[in-house]
């Protein structure tokens, strides 16, 4: 189970800090092998990163023995809160810069903001004075990071892709958000359609799909706020994040629920269908918008699994 960073030591902080630079040093070393071919100078880069990371890991060992002893326990990102999970895009290949860029920018912000919160927790004068300096040396980076696109892209193709804040705004509203329409929209199918097919009463279907909606809405909110306290990704408030993500699971399971208080059965059934259509639709843009899926694999991913809740809660139904 993931223990809190507030709840972590001195002595455990410096262990994970020592094994984040090496896992960040390795993930430098697969990306500037991966850019050699097409980005020599990037990847030059990146090389750079990797060995300062490395250095940065050697500080940490070198001050975590002097006061600690030989011995480092292994403690990892996933082992603590608060840390976004990367997509291993430096393992794909051909690699692409854009994609790169992003994953370099997203990195340091996590480290330097780990390392600012880590100095404001340590007793140490000369443990704090090194997280201080590190956190600096995190902010150098993110300005490289920056500059990669114009290096390297020629001016036809280049674009400056999202600013900071607005990349925040996907960690903090998109994702949840996403999270939550995705959830709301697909988990309410089949209550709703099991009830509509069963009773053939429009109230009733509406009834069910309305508590289905508010009930998993509050679930996934709750979900999301305990999920991470936001303290060193740049995600957010829990309450903000959770709020997002339950409004939005409600609103995706409200969305086809709203047809069956039209009288007719047929027709509310007929509408709600058109929505649940349009709302997979919605979320595969989504998807390929700001999380960088290829429109037509976010499509076929939301819309089959739509599709199997929505047989299935027909055939529920109808049995």
């Known amino acids: 189970m993931a223990k809190r960073f507030q709840d972590l030591t001195e002595r455990e902080i410096l262990a994970l ?6 896992d960040d040093a390795r993930i430098y070393g697969d990306i500037a092998e991966g ?6 100078a990037t990847a030059e880069m990146f090389r750079g990163m990797q060995r300062e990371e490395s250095e940065h890991r050697r500080s940490l060992t070198e001050q975590y023995r002097s006061r600690f002893g030989e011995h480092i326990p292994l403690i990892r990102r996933d082992d603590v809160k608060g840390f976004v ?3 291993p895009v430096w393992l794909v290949r051909p690699l692409g810069i854009k994609a790169v860029r992003r994953l370099a920018e997203t990195m340091e912000l996590e480290t330097r903001r780990f390392y600012e919160r880590a100095a404001q927790r340590v007793t ?3 443990t704090r004075k090194l997280l201080a300096d ?3 040396a995190e902010r150098k980076h993110s300005d490289l990071a920056d500059s990669l696109e114009r290096e390297n892209l020629t001016p036809d193709v280049r674009q400056r892709e999202e600013a900071a804040n607005h990349r925040l705004f996907v960690l903090q509203v998109i994702q949840p958000g996403l999270a939550g329409l995705m959830d709301g929209s697909v988990s309410t199918l089949a209550p709703l359609f099991a009830a509509a097919f069963a009773t053939h009463n429009s109230l009733d279907a509406f009834r069910v799909g309305l508590a289905a909606s508010v009930g998993a809405g ?3 909110g709750f979900a999301e706020a305990l999920s991470d306290d936001g303290s060193m990704t740049g995600r957010g408030r ?6 997002v993500c339950g409004l939005m699971t409600t ?4 969305g086809h629920t709203l047809p069956y208080l039209i009288d007719s059965f047929r027709i509310a059934t007929a509408v709600a269908v058109a929505v649940v259509a349009l709302e997979l639709l919605a979320i595969s843009y989504i998807r390929n918008r700001y999380m960088d899926t290829p429109f037509l694999s976010a499509a076929f991913q939301v819309i089959v699994g739509g599709v199997l809740v929505f047989i299935s809660g027909i055939l529920i139904g109808s049995a």
């Open 218 to 220: 509050i679930s996934m």
């Open 124 to 126: 140490d004068a000369s």
């Open 134 to 136: 590190l956190a600096d």
């Open 17 to 22: 800090a020592i094994s984040s630079e090496e």
């Open 251 to 254: 609103a995706g399971g409200i």
């Open 238 to 243: 829990p309450l903000l994040r959770g709020l």
């Open 85 to 87: 999970s990367r997509r």
């Open 35 to 40: 850019l050699q071919a097409d980005f020599p």
